[in-house]
């Protein structure tokens, strides 16, 4: 747990030195990062089920949302151990594509 | 899609796998006819429908997408154990392909792939067809290595001691097995040695069916004879749960390798201990990628399993060929789950749609598992985890401190669970 932040710090500096700025060209990183919501959130952040769809809110809400369950500030089940697994970068890009998003 | 549009397409009625072979209603959402290139996906399950539906949306229709399955309905393995205990039917469980074809515009094939020819890039179909692909995504799931269970290498064998790890028509006659079974009877589950499809399914199935017993037939037990040394996924919560709901119920063995069975006599044989009879025996047997990965070339780990490259899921010895699935070599600590082979189908998606337009794949993939296994008909208990590309070892990691499991079962992630398998299903399939 402790050398988390460090690892991902590493990634972050790793990947800003050889691919900057890769992650705010490629407009279908947050695409493809979004996607790994799906199964529990729907196709495009919009729920089929009773989970919160996550299309079309608004990205500094997903954001702070997302900080708070990776500090554990934020009760739940499995989003506190999830949120944990993104870098603040790709909190950014996730957010940032569902906001963009029709509700449908 | 507007709701209105929604409703009419509902209205048109199921079309899914219909008598014809090949279904070709264009996509209503999508134009162009596969100028970008065609991609045949051999399987319909959550790695192949999911790459299938994802392939068409994230190309606009751009690429010609074909899936071959032979059943005329997916059936979700993830929730079958329900159907065991009693809390659900096998419907509940079912869900139509029909609108692949009509919200995506996939090419829907009833047929089985019997062969590929990687340099000529065809599949061959049982019916005799053939399909050309430019890229192949083969998403078949697991055969059963028969030869590991002697006796039970032949259908007659395999209609009376059940595996029920192909969710359908096994599920049912198991449930019907239990139903049948008298007050006072031996319910045992062998589990192969890990890796297996879906690494906690075997203990979620002794709870359901122990919950199942505790209600209808108290006197009877369940027993689990685990080929591990130990429960191979979400250990403490499942002992907890024999230990606490299903006390006097559950029993449970590790070191059980399975060498054979006697059909008749409904006994187990293992390498080391005794054997075990019982009134309803049910073998989970060894497995290994379906044949068609072998007709491909691409089984390239211990003769069971497939290499490939995490940044698309080509295979590592055959040129546009992708693996996906439970059918995979997998990375650390990644489970053969639905779950994982939904996210393998959008990493693979992304860069096949990169690929054929002459772009490279995204470098930094990312992957999540969330498993949840019902401990009765409401309580659940999950395990989650996130995987990251590692570009030094080029595979797929956990991210440090991330991931877990449930401090407990609760019905709130019951909840939780029937909300996954709602968009799951949706999102792989709708």
């Known amino acids: 747990m402790r050398t988390f932040p460090f690892v991902l710090a590493a990634a972050v500096a790793t990947l800003g030195a050889t691919q900057a700025p890769a992650q705010g060209a490629d407009p279908n990183l947050g695409r493809n990062l979004a996607a790994t919501c799906a199964n529990c959130h729907g196709t495009g952040g919009v729920s089929a089920g009773s989970v919160e769809s996550l299309a079309g809110k608004p990205k500094d809400e997903l954001v702070r949302k997302m900080k708070e369950f990776k500090q554990g500030t934020r009760p739940a089940t499995v989003m506190v151990q999830l949120a944990k697994g993104y870098t603040d970068e790709q909190i950014e890009l996730v957010a940032g594509w569902f906001a963009a998003q029709k509700t449908k | 899609m507007t709701i209105q549009r929604r409703d009419f397409l509902k209205a048109l009625g199921a079309a899914g796998f219909g008598t ?61 154990n329900l159907v065991l205990g009693g809390s659900k ?33 065809t599949v061959k179909l049982a019916s005799g067809q053939e399909l050309a692909y430019d890229r192949l995504i083969l998403s078949p799931g697991i055969d ?14 395999q209609a009376k001691i059940l595996h029920a790890w192909k969710a359908g028509a096994q599920t049912v006659a198991l449930r019907n097995q239990l139903v049948a079974m008298p007050d006072g009877g031996v319910y045992a589950i062998a589990i192969p040695v890990a890796p297996y499809r879906c690494p906690p399914g075997p203990y979620e199935r002794a709870c359901q069916v122990a919950w199942y017993f505790k209600r209808a037939k108290p006197k009877s037990k369940v027993l689990i004879l685990d080929g591990n040394g130990d429960v191979t996924s979400k250990g403490p919560l499942f002992k907890k749960a024999w230990a606490e709901e299903f006390k006097g119920i559950v029993e449970y063995r590790p070191n059980h390798v399975l060498t054979d069975v006697d059909v008749a006599a409904r006994t187990a044989k293992f390498d080391v201990q005794d054997s075990v009879k019982a009134d309803v025996l049910n073998v989970v047997p060894p497995q290994r990628a379906s044949a ?25 010895k055959v040129k546009n ?38 772009q490279p794949p995204n470098p930094m ?7 949840y296994s019902f401990i009765t008909d409401k309580d659940v208990v999950h395990v989650c985890s996130v995987h990251q590309y590692d570009k030094e070892k080029k595979t797929l990691l956990p991210v440090p401190g991330s991931g877990g499991v449930s401090p407990g079962m609760s019905e709130l992630e019951g909840l939780y669970a029937f909300n996954w398998a709602k968009n799951i299903w949706a999102d792989s399939l709708a």
């Not at chain 2, 070599?329 to 996210?343: E, R, V, Y």
């Open chain 2, 20 to 80: 014809a072979a090949v279904s070709t209603l264009p996509g209503c959402a999508t134009t162009g006819g596969g100028t970008r290139g065609k991609v045949v996906v051999v399987g319909g399950g959550y790695g192949g429908a999911t790459a299938a539906k994802y392939i068409r949306m994230w190309s606009d229709g751009g690429i010609d997408v074909t899936v071959v399955e032979p059943n005329a309905e997916f059936i979700s393995c993830p929730l079958s």
């Open chain 2, 89 to 121: 039917v096998i419907a509940d469980v079912t869900v139509g392909y029909d609108n692949l074809a009509r919200r995506h515009g996939v090419k829907l094939v009833r047929d089985t792939a019997t062969a590929v020819d990687p340099d000529k890039r």
């Open chain 2, 144 to 157: 059963f290595m028969w030869d590991k269970v002697p006796a039970l290498n032949n259908a007659d064998a």
């Open chain 2, 292 to 316: 068609i990965a072998r007709s491909a070339g691409v089984v390239t780990a211990n003769d069971r399993w497939c290499d490939v490259d995490f940044l698309t899921f080509e295979s590592v």
């Open chain 2, 321 to 358: 060929v992708h693996v996906l699935g439970d059918a995979i070599q997998i990375a650390t600590g990644m489970p053969k789950s639905g779950h994982m082979a939904n996210q393998h189908a959008k990493v693979c998606a992304a860069a096949v749609v990169a690929l054929l337009s002459g």
């Open chain 2, 365 to 371: 993939p990312v992957l999540t598992n969330t498993c």
